[in-house]
């Protein structure tokens, strides 16, 4: 949908509104199905887009823009009621004995409990003049005022149990049926508990800039620019990671050596400032993510020999029997390394920098009869602070 309005001559209101909505069923992430149950969850995306604008001339010489917009994604995984917990039918099973590895025991994927919302906001304030004067030169200058705002709340359950088995001792499959094969120390399970839930990010950028295209005399035209970008960033936990600002400047030049635009020069130099990673600057939190323990099985041999072979529901049965008797997720004898804990194996203890990267430009561009030229150009650029 979309609006325009002319409240008055050299004024314009302009609101747009954009929304889709995708639904997937019997969607299957990345490997192989070894069983084909009647799959009853779906995943889906919904989105949106909202954009208010304005554009207004104040003056012949002064013109005023603004807008807001506001974007919208979320992924939804819904799985079957009723799975969330249930270590029998709600723990997938990973067969990375086969070629390529494969999947049984779909047990509507990540469960009812996952869900991936994001949004940001946009808000930005323009204003253009022109003036001129004999002793000043033309000037065109652009000045303004920029808020952007990247918000996540994320909580990433693995499966309904947070469990899922992976063995790599190939099963035995035919056309119809899929019996999982498990040998001692050939199989882990994998605990990916979420340990508390997301809290929501958000990081801010604020901005204010100004720039002016200065045409100082007849073969000099100059460009000056200055930019002031604020960073606040709260992770997952509501904690401060990012508090940070800095000042970007940005000149640059072009000379016209004979006056007739047959040759000109130019160079410039810029720093140009980027938001925070959301996703990178999450990964200090604690809240949010998924853990993950690796536990060896140490138990005895299943459908390594002669039929009849038990199903993969039985399998896994047999499979946390002894697992518990063991101590669960407490065995740490168990273990498979050491876990990786979301916000302890990674952090950023002095906080997070804003990323900037530095610009030096120099070229030449020669005109070449009435219906050609031609350009070279030295260009430099520096990153800093990734």
Known sequence: AKLTLSPGTGHRMTASYIERNTESTNLIHNFPVLELPAL?????????????????????SFFLEG?????????????????????????????????????????????????????????????????????????ELVFGFDRFDDIRESNTY??????????????????QDYYPSVAPGAALFWWAPVLSESLGTSFTTNSLFVNDTWRAMKRLTLNLGLRYDKNDGQNADGVTVADDDRWSPRIGATFDINGNGR?????????????????VASDTATR????????????????????????????IELMFDWFDAQGGVDAAHLLAGSPLIPGLTRGSPNGLQSPYTDELTIGLTARLGSKGSIRTDYMRREAHDF
């Open 40 to 60: 009853d969850d779906f995943q889906g995306e919904e989105g949106s887009l909202m954009a208010l604008n304005y554009t207004g001339v104040i003056t012949p």
């Open 158 to 175: 693995q499966s309904p149990s947070d469990f899922i088995i992976l063995s790599y001792v190939p099963g035995i499959s035919d056309q």
């Open 263 to 279: 040759i000109l020069i130019h160079g410039s130099f810029g720093r140009y400032v980027t938001a925070i990673a959301n996703r």
């Open 67 to 139: 807008q807001y917009s506001e974007k919208k994604s979320s992924d939804v995984s819904r799985g079957r009621e009723g799975f969330g917990g249930d270590l029998i039918r709600g723990t997938p099973w990973g067969d990375f004995g086969f070629n390529p590895a494969a999947i049984a025991n779909i047990a509507g994927c990540e469960g009812d409990r996952t869900y991936d919302e994001r949004k940001n906001t946009d808000f930005v304030v323009k204003g253009s003049a022109f003036f001129s004067g004999r002793k000043t030169g033309s000037h």
């Open 288 to 315: 949010g993510g998924f853990a993950q323990y690796f536990y060896i099985y140490l138990g005895d041999p299943i459908n390594l020999g002669e039929p009849p072979y038990l199903g993969t529901q039985q399998v």
